[in-house]
């Protein structure tokens, strides 16, 4: 029967589990990429089912054992899953990352000249500034004004 993870002992030795299926998980994208790209292959197929499959089936399997346990860091074997459910997949996975650095770097770009340039409108921080500041430039005061009552013709 599997036992409840300790709070006793080095890291290592209380989420082992989780770390085997980390390891289980870079082993199964490793092997991924290396029949991917490997062999020449172009970047939309599909690697090797072969290979990955029982590297993947030995993640699941650690990563189950790791949640039973209820290991503290349950980033390793969610990790381990991702890499081992990336792994068929890998050329797809490094085009859409080359793909969304690329974006971030014109965003960046963009970010910079327009900063440069001063289009803040003059406020600095966040967008609710912004916004209270263009408000209060309309209305023409710092404070809220009172309501205008109609002066009565009596008087």
Do not use: D
């Amino acid at each position: 029967m599997l036992e409840r993870a300790t709070g006793f002992g080095p890291w290592y030795a209380r989420c082992a589990a989780g770390v085997a299926c980390a390891v289980l998980g870079g082993a199964a994208l490793l092997c991924g990429y290396w029949t991917q790209f490997g062999g020449g292959e172009p970047v939309p197929t599909v690697g090797n089912p072969t290979i990955f499959l029982p590297l993947f089936a030995a993640t699941a399997i650690a990563a189950v054992v790791s949640f039973v346990r209820r290991e503290k860091p349950v980033v390793l074997p969610v990790a381990g899953l991702a890499a081992a459910l990336a792994a068929p997949v890998v050329g797809w996975v490094v085009l859409v990352l080359a793909v969304a650095a690329g974006a971030l770097v014109v965003l960046l770009v963009i970010a910079k000249f327009h900063r440069i340039r001063g289009c803040h409108s003059g406020i600095q921080g966040s967008w609710r500034s912004v916004w209270v500041g263009r408000f209060l430039a309309r209305s023409g005061s710092w404070a809220p004004s009172a309501p205008r009552l109609a002066p009565s013709a009596g008087r």
